[in-house]
């Protein structure tokens, strides 16, 4: 899936992998912390509004968290030293 990066204090990355005639698919979000979640059943029009959004970390958090079932695909970054 590819993504597209974003100004956020809070995500690094955005993805929405739909089929044309999908109206829901899974979402892929990279925090700046470098973990990948998964988010299953996300309308087109959430991952439209949150690359829109003025505070895409604010909308994950309003609109996206605890909603919609998620999988952790990758753990966040050691810190370096």
Request: charged share 20%; glycine share 8%; hydrophobic share 30%.
């Amino acid at each position: 899936m590819q993504r597209t990066f974003v100004e956020s204090s809070t995500l690094r990355s955005a993805g929405h992998d739909a089929q044309s005639d999908a109206q829901s698919a899974i979402l892929e979000l990279q925090f700046r912390n470098g973990a990948v979640y998964l988010y299953g059943l996300v309308p087109r029009s959430v991952y439209r509004d949150l690359l829109g959004s003025p505070s895409q970390g604010a909308y994950f958090n309003q609109i996206i968290r605890g909603k919609y079932p998620y999988q952790r695909v990758q753990r966040p970054s050691s810190p370096r030293h």
